[in-house]
């Protein structure tokens, strides 16, 4: 939502959740009740089992016999974000203004060095979570 060139005002008198969305803009103001930002995750599931058998005989002078067995399973799970949920706000900084809760699941509040270097920053939460 919004452009890298845009101011982006977001304004709600409820709860605001950008689950697996960004909000971005040169400036980007905020105004909300409560504020959820969880980043999606992608999963991964792999499964194999593997089995063998061989085996030999050899007949005549010297006879002989053998075989192997062998077996393997392998599991593996993997979980990663490729898109991180949240506000990028640019020189302009951000103004983020939330009444009651923050809770961060994996999300981001950001602005460029410049805005940070120039104090264009503003965040206000009653209370925060993160995990």
Known sequence: MGSDGSHTTLHSSGGTTLKGAQVYGRGVALSTRNLN???????????????????????????SAGGSYSKSNTN???RSTSEQSGIFAG????QVNVKNHTDLKGGIITSSEAAEQNGRNRFQTAT????
Do not use: C, M, P
């Not at 089992?49 to 005989?57: H, I, R």
């Not at 020189?91 to 951000?94: L, S």
């Open 37 to 63: 930002i969880e980043s999606i995750q992608d999963s991964a599931v792999y499964r194999s089992k593997q089995q063998n058998l061989s085996g030999s005989v050899t007949l005549g002078y010297g006879a």
């Open 76 to 78: 593996a799970d993997h």
């Open 128 to 131: 925060l979570s993160r995990s």
């Open 91 to 94: 020189d302009g900084g951000f």
